[in-house]
């Protein structure tokens, strides 16, 4: 019997993270079928390897169990001459910059625009997380359990009441910035998508793009940007709207001014909160002095480290300090230092100019490492 090329992606629609890796699948012409992680496999055959109960994972043809969006795209990366990383220095920053940007940066108005518009988004939401459950005499309760559980996940991410005017204005403007990019190209480094467009779909697919009431607000207001969140989710460039549309990233290592001032509106909210978080786990570190090998990786909904604090705009915001902006942003400061010094140079004065230059020098007092499936300290 001939053996099945055919990859199992365990995931649901509305998952943030679910998104990241079925558009990279759909690019990179990845031959999947998606399995909600409802079904009784994914805890009979799937947990015992995947060893947290996150979503999306991965079962290869060979049967071999991958957990993490992040770790399912560096499996297809280092076997396809990473395809989707740029070459030249800047874009290669600025596209683990967006990474960066999608799996951690936008989780706050990801979350509030899902769970702080309950009137417009209520019934679609109760739709998703009831048939995310398989069929049995608790579903509707189970339903409603995860959705609570959410709820309080995004009250952790800083999602209050008393937030909520900066989160809107902060994610309009880089909404605008963004849609205003996408006038010139179709992706965020020209012709073809980037590890950065993997990390952005998340949140701008599953929660921004697709629940009511944010995806009516990128209908009116970032027509540019929803066409982009379409069409990273086909296999194709899907770009006919550019009738002189190329094949590659921009040349000569260029990054557009409209991304500059992308980065330059995201850079307000991401720098103090990952200073902030930083500081947090540094303390966790000091306190706890994990073993070696030890888990690094929180639940959801959970304070393993402690909550961050920080100002935005004149408002002060708590949200929970999480590892996983460590271990995308460990992978970039590690890109950064491989290049040549007069490259190097060359990205911190980009950054200089984004005020993103202290991600550079933000880290850890212990690195993060990976082993069966969970993020630990090295």
Not at 127 to 138: D, G, I, K, R, V
Not at 309 to 331: D, H, M, N, P
């Amino acid at each position: 019997m001939e053996k099945s090329n055919i990859y199992s992606l365990y995931g649901i629609t509305h998952s943030l993270y679910s998104g990241r890796a079925r558009s990279y699948l759909i690019k990179n012409g990845v031959p999947f079928r998606e399995i909600s992680s409802g079904h009784t496999s994914f805890k009979s055959e799937v947990l015992p390897e995947s060893k947290l109960a996150t979503i999306p994972v991965l079962v290869t043809p060979e049967g071999t169990v991958i957990r993490d969006s992040g770790a399912i795209i560096e499996h297809f990366e280092q076997s396809n001459s990473r395809r989707f990383q740029p070459s030249s220095p800047k874009q290669q920053i600025v596209s683990a910059l967006f990474d960066l940007i999608g799996t951690s940066g936008l989780l706050r108005p990801a979350m509030h625009y899902r769970w702080n518009y309950l009137e417009e988004n209520g019934e679609f939401l109760h739709y998703h997380f009831l048939h995310s459950q398989p069929e049995h005499p608790e579903r509707e309760a189970k339903c409603q359990y995860m959705m609570s559980k959410m709820q309080y996940a995004g009250r952790l991410f800083g999602v209050a009441e008393d937030t909520a005017e900066v989160v809107e204005t902060l994610y309009l403007e880089f909404l605008d910035a963004l849609n205003q990019h996408l006038r010139e190209y179709p992706y965020l480094l020209g012709w073809k998508p980037s590890i950065g467009d993997f990390g952005l779909i998340a949140p701008l697919y599953a929660h921004l793009g697709r629940d009511p009431a944010p995806l009516r607000i990128m209908q009116q207001r970032g027509v540019r940007v929803l066409r982009w969140v379409e069409r990273m989710n086909r296999a194709d460039q899907d770009a006919l709207e550019f009738f002189d549309a190329g094949d590659n990233y921009l040349s000569d290592d260029s990054i557009p001014e409209t991304l500059v001032t992308v980065l330059r509106v995201v850079a307000e909210d991401l720098i103090p909160e990952t200073q902030a978080a930083a500081a947090v786990i540094n303390q966790w570190l000091a306190d706890n002095q994990p073993e070696p090998g030890a888990s690094a990786q929180g639940l959801l909904a959970q304070r393993m480290f402690g909550m961050a604090e920080f100002s935005l705009r004149g408002q002060t915001i708590s949200a929970v300090a999480q590892s996983y902006r460590f271990v995308i942003l460990q992978k970039l400061q590690r890109q950064y230092y491989q290049l040549e010094p007069a490259q190097q140079q060359d990205v911190t004065n980009l950054l200089q100019r984004c005020g993103l230059e202290s991600l550079l020098t933000t880290v850890l007092d212990r690195q993060l490492g990976w082993s069966e499936n969970q993020d630990i300290w090295l």
